[in-house]
């Protein structure tokens, strides 16, 4: 065709209106890298102040508490996040696993048209609805049932409440993430085991899974680090005492749950101020170090299918 | 003894929806020889395949009516085990899918599936197998490497010996040299030539100069249906139909 | 020597098969305790909350402290959120539609800058409200800028804006090459093909986002935690403070007082409520853009 013709027609307003949005939207986009960098330093700078006082064994192995004398000491938040996510995630791996597989293999398209926006819905609740939940159904149910097979006395705020409010709230989050991970199997390599002999079973459980063992692990890290960050929810039936918690009917007292309780009143001293952030920071830290590690795994994971 | 017949499909129809994917399809397939599916893109050849092993069981859109034989046995319709089927049937696909883990089990796959087999008997049949598909040579020092590591050739050829090691009498090859290099090709058709001795050897592919090369029986088909069939020297040197005519000019594409 | 290694055989297939139903039967389990969960959740919220509800509780503000006092409803929550969440998601959606734009028009050829961008998109997307909350609230100390409703919007739009941003790109990314390359050589500029066609082109990607972005902000209660205050009172202007639904779940919650603890279950309701009209909306919209894709 006439290429000049219409070269022509782009008149140089209309160029300048091209460049103009061009830049300001490169600007816009830069914005985006900027933030987490901005939130890390930011959040670095707020907490010099308590690292300069105390050292960063101190801080992380040390279980004593005592804003008002100076000590702190992040154990017994660490550990109760650590309990609570790792509890959760052994609550919601299996189910997650077990449905994924269910609904990628065998649930035919009528069961999938009932999960999807049963997966949906869970996915969009709050985390304060869930909150709810888990004191009018969770917390009576562990107190008046689970604990009392046990043999234990307990109020239901305690790090078992929390850690199934918090696998029903990372439930569909992974599970999500498996339906994914199986589904971009190629078909033809299950076609290949059928063929040589194999029954749909033996597929799943020799060629399916293990091909996709490391999306399933990386699944599980994502699941881990979204947990780890979940504040309300958790902070509302786990207990928040600050002690290393002892067993699964013991209260716990996580890292987010600890800013949350504090953060607003103590502005006023600047080393508990300094404390607060450095627990963002160490937050931060943690979710972003389980979030990285398995994004990795799963890209290089996708490559291998390309 | 010359036309035994290994494969006969009587009046297969198969559609998904309102959607009609293979329409009427009518063929005999003979024993020990090498038999080439040609067609333009899309004209089924895959599916079809698909259908004699079964593989249409895992997309429940699919409707499949009609008879497929194999040996006189109605593998559609059989109340036989389907895993016993294709066990019948090596499969080579399009490109090379290696069971996700090493290269030793790749080959042994199918033969530990169904029971516990004598480890040393094992050994001997995975070498053996691997002899088979000449990539014996290439991988006895590292059959304990996942079968990603090696190369799309040898892949191909470790597809072949996986599917050998089943002790199929029926070889379904679609396109299995599209993905490889010239000189892997050429291995793959000399494989084929030697192997067509004791296996029925059925292959798809869209170069026609391989399949004047080694068909023995050449089925032509065309938006689904089978316009032509018959020996390869009657089929390159004296089409029936028009259609078939233009193919093999390459005009149709 | 045949016939035993048949027996061996079908022995293992019949243990097989049992070991299938076994495993399918807990597969069906999951997924059913899963959908069972989520009923159980619904109903929990609505047996406690919905004897609550009244004409009062949802045209009311809170009479004498949202805290103690026993009076008036939670219609400053209703009103709170909603402003909160209309404002965050329109911060959002000016800042990431042209983001997003950016990513699949100028980047189109770049494809590992967009793929870097997209990675961090995705970990912005993990980084707890909390952090967002604790950090926007250090930000306002510094500036001397007071928890208002404008506060809240800023940081809610932060937190809200890598999920927006990755929703419409993913709408984007399928629109056709084919398209954009029969704009460009109608000569189109990039900007006319980004504003024009692919704006046009993915509307219901771009209604999803803006969905799912809006559900994001109204729930979210750690970002807002000390960035709105909390009152009793409807905001009239940007600088006030302000109590969003989740915020007033939160807090009426804990109070000793029954009837104060009631509106926290009806604030619960009515957030539910709002969700699940966004999940069925956006369910609706979708499927009415395309009919014939089944996701999963
Ligand atoms: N699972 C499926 N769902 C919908 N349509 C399908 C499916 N499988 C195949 N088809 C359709 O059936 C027709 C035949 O496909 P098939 O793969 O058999 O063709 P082919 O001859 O093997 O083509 P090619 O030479 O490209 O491999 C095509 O139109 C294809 O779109
Ligand atoms: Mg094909």
Redesign the interface.
């Known amino acids: 065709m006439n290429w000049n013709r219409i070269r022509d027609n782009i008149s140089p307003t209309r160029l300048q209106i091209n460049k103009f949005n061009e830049v300001w939207m490169l600007v816009w986009t830069l914005f985006l890298v900027v933030v987490p960098l901005f939130i890390v330093s930011g959040l670095l700078w707020k907490s010099s102040l308590l690292l300069e006082n105390h050292t960063l064994k101190e801080i992380i192995f040390s279980s004593e508490w005592k804003p008002m004398s100076g000590k702190f000491g992040f154990l017994p938040f660490i550990m109760s996040s650590l309990w609570v996510t790792l509890l959760s995630l052994l609550i919601a791996a299996p189910i997650c696993l077990f449905s994924a597989i269910h609904l990628t293999q065998y649930a035919n398209r009528y069961v999938l048209r009932f999960m999807q926006p049963v997966i949906d819905i869970l996915a969009g609740i709050p985390s304060v609805i869930y909150g709810v939940w888990g004191i009018i159904a969770v917390v009576p149910f562990v107190a008046e049932k689970i604990a009392p097979m046990f043999g234990v006395q307990t109020t239901g705020y305690n790090i078992l409440s929390a850690s199934i409010v918090l696998a029903v709230m990372v439930i569909p989050f992974i599970l999500n993430i498996l339906i994914d991970i199986i589904n971009t199997i190629p078909k033809e390599l299950t076609e290949a085991s059928l063929s040589l002999g194999a029954g749909k079973w033996y597929t799943i459980k020799h060629v399916i899974l293990r091909k996709a063992l490391p999306g399933i692990i990386s699944a599980m890290g994502l699941g881990l680090s979204r947990s780890f960050g979940e504040t309300i929810a958790v902070l509302m039936v786990v207990g928040n005492v600050a002690a290393i918690p002892s067993g699964i009917f013991q209260p716990g007292y996580p890292l987010p749950a600890l800013i949350a309780n504090n953060y607003g009143e103590m502005m006023s001293i600047p080393q508990y101020d300094s404390a607060l952030m450095f627990s963002a920071l160490l937050l931060m830290i943690i979710v972003l170090f389980f979030n990285i590690g398995s994004r990795f795994l799963i890209m290089s994971y996708e490559k291998r299918f390309k | 003894m010359e036309n035994q017949t290994k494969i006969k499909v009587e009046s297969l129809n198969l559609s998904i929806g309102n959607k009609v994917i293979l329409n009427d399809i009518n063929i005999s397939i003979p024993k020990n020889k090498i038999t080439v599916i040609l067609g333009p893109s899309g004209c089924g050849k895959s599916t079809l395949m698909?259908s004699m092993?079964r593989?249409t069981d895992?997309y429940?859109e699919m409707k499949v009516s009609g008879n497929i034989f194999i040996d006189d046995e109605d593998i559609l319709h059989t109340k036989n085990d389907v895993?016993?089927i294709?066990?019948r049937?090596?499969?080579l696909?399009q490109?090379p899918?290696p069971?996700?883990?090493s290269i030793y089990k790749n080959v042994a796959?199918?033969l530990k599936?169904?029971?516990?087999v004598n480890k040393q008997l094992l050994n001997k049949r995975v070498e053996h197998y691997l002899q088979q598909a000449s990539l014996w040579n290439e991988v006895k020092d590292r059959l304990k490497d996942p079968a990603?590591s090696l190369s799309i050739g040898q892949q191909q050829r470790l597809?072949l010996a996986?599917?050998l090691?089943?002790d199929p009498d029926i070889i379904?090859a679609d396109e299995p040299t599209s993905a490889l290099d010239p000189i892997s090709s050429q291995e793959i058709e000399k494989k084929f030539l030697e192997l067509k001795g004791n296996y029925t050897i059925i292959l798809v592919t869209h170069i026609l100069r391989q399949a004047a090369r080694i068909a023995d029986y050449v089925v032509f088909m065309y938006l689904g249906e089978v316009i032509e069939q018959g020996p390869a020297k009657e089929f390159f040197s004296n089409p029936q139909t028009e259609i078939t005519k233009a193919y093999l000019r390459g005009s149709i594409n | 020597m045949k016939k035993d290694s048949n027996k061996k055989t079908s022995f293992k297939k019949q243990r097989l098969k049992y070991e299938e139903y076994f495993f399918r039967g807990v597969m069906l389990l999951s997924s059913c305790l899963i959908a069972f969960i989520l009923g159980l959740i619904i109903y929990s919220i609505l047996v406690k909350g919905v004897p609550s509800l009244s004409w009062e509780m949802i045209t009311q503000t809170p009479k004498g402290g949202f805290y103690f006092g026993k009076e008036g409803g939670i219609l400053n929550a209703i009103i709170g959120s909603i402003y909160l969440a209309f404002g965050a998601t329109f911060i959002a959606f000016i800042i990431g539609l042209p983001i997003s734009l950016y990513m699949n028009v100028w980047l189109s050829h770049k494809e590992k800058w967009v793929n870097m961008l997209r990675f961090i998109l995705d970990l912005l997307w993990g980084i707890p409200s909390i952090v967002y909350g604790a950090f926007g609230f250090t930000i306002m100390i510094l500036l001397g800028i007071k928890a208002s409703l404008l506060a809240g919007i800023i940081v809610t739009a932060l937190l809200i804006l890598p999920i927006m941003i990755r929703a419409i790109d993913e709408g984007l990314k399928t629109v056709p090459k084919g398209l954009k390359e029969s704009s460009y050589s109608l000569g189109s500029t990039k900007s006319e093909l980004a504003f024009k066609i692919m704006l046009r082109q993915c509307i219901p990607g771009i209604v999803t986002a803006v969905l799912l972005s809006f559900g994001r902000a109204i729930g979210d209660a750690a970002a807002v935690l000390f960035t709105t205050g909390f009152t009793d009172n409807i905001p009239t202007a940007l600088n006030q403070p302000t109590a969003t639904l989740p915020l007033a779940i939160f807090f009426q919650l804990s109070s000793p007082i029954p009837e104060v603890k009631e509106r926290a279950y009806a604030a619960a309701v009515i957030l539910t409520s709002i969700i699940l009209i966004i999940s069925v909306l956006s369910r609706v919209l979708t499927q009415k853009y395309n009919k014939h894709t089944i996701k999963f």
Request: proline residues 6%; aromatic residues 6%.
């Open positions: 698909k092993n593989l895992l429940p895993t016993e294709r066990k049937m090596g499969l696909s490109r899918y069971l996700p883990m796959y199918g599936i169904s029971g516990r990603s597809c996986r599917g090691a089943v379904l």
